[in-house]
């Protein structure tokens, strides 16, 4: 059999789209330069046009790409460079500027935790909140000097936020969550009922220990809708007890969102279906007086909005 190289020379028509293919590489603009600069030698081009046309039909810094997501490009996300080696023209590849922030933007990602918070609530911002009222203004305002305290490493309470359903308490929490997450500071949100649901499942594929242990080690964490779960003695006495006793002895700055007022809450931890323990109920109630400062949210319900 032939080799290729000799079918190519006795076929003028491939030799004279060749041709025409090289000459189009060497004159493109973002080629030339490079072969100039370099005293690339017409047989170097001959042997590695097919590395020159690769160079060519990609994207040059996200020239031409959108989004990491729709880059163009041989190795995803990654800008090609010419350089010569062996006297032989090769490609090389660094990150482009897309990839940096889609990188970026998955490490961001990595510093909030979220079990069951719906999707408004994990991407809210500080500077959406509606600032009507004087409830969300006080908030907003203690919320930002907190956020200043954690990052600056200072011991601080967090935020007990109470009200009727609907006024933007856990949305709240979410703004708070995603502003320490652009200071690069760890936080874990979640829904308590479903987050006691989860645990007792974890009895049976063992992993309750550690999924108490890791919520409870949180840098700062987030209790949303404390009081919505049932309670019984076990919620109170090996979930919620221990996990509030370990971040009053740590310092560690814990916020909650919540239907109750602190007296109301203390009376849903009093009551269980093996009666009431007052004692026990206070005890709750002193850790989380440890933990936070009480702030009512009032005004329209904006689920209904």
């Not at 911002?125 to 956020?147: F, H, P, Q, W, Y």
Request: aromatic content about 10%; proline content about 5%; overall charge positive.
């Amino acid at each position: 059999m032939k080799p290729f190289s000799a079918f190519v020379k006795n076929n003028p028509a491939i030799m004279a789209r060749i041709e025409q293919v090289k000459k189009e590489t060497v004159q493109h603009p973002e080629i030339k330069p490079f072969l100039e600069a370099h005293a690339v030698t017409d047989d170097m081009i001959d042997k590695d046009l097919t590395v020159l046309q690769e160079y060519k039909d990609q994207s040059k810094l996200c020239d031409r790409c959108a989004s990491y997501g729709q880059c163009i490009n041989f190795v995803k996300g990654h800008t090609p460079h010419l350089y010569i080696e062996d006297n032989r023209i090769k490609i090389s590849y660094t990150p482009c500027p897309n990839k940096k922030v889609h990188d970026e933007e998955q490490l961001m990602k990595q510093y909030v935790t979220a079990m069951h918070v719906p999707y408004e609530t994990l991407n809210a911002k500080i500077n959406s909140i509606d600032l009507e009222g004087t409830d969300r203004l006080n908030i907003v305002k203690r919320a930002m000097e907190i956020c200043n305290d954690i990052a600056a490493g200072r011991p601080t309470k967090g935020l007990y936020i109470y009200g009727s359903f609907g006024t933007g308490k856990s949305y709240i929490l979410g703004a708070i969550a995603n502003q320490l997450k652009e200071r690069h500071i760890y936080t874990t949100i979640f829904y308590v009922p479903e987050f006691i649901r989860e645990l007792k499942n974890g009895f049976n594929d063992q992993t309750y220990a550690e999924k108490l242990d890791r919520v409870k080690k949180s840098p700062v964490l987030m209790l949303d809708d404390i009081g919505a779960e049932d309670m019984t003695t076990w919620v109170r006495d090996e979930v919620l007890g221990p996990l509030l006793h370990y971040r009053m002895m740590n310092q560690l700055p814990t916020f909650f969102s919540s239907n109750f007022n602190k007296e109301e809450l203390r009376y849903h931890f009093q009551k269980t279906k093996v009666g009431e323990e007052k004692t026990k109920a206070y005890r709750m109630m002193e850790r989380i007086d440890a933990l936070t400062e009480a702030y009512p949210l009032k005004g329209k319900n904006y689920r209904r909005s």
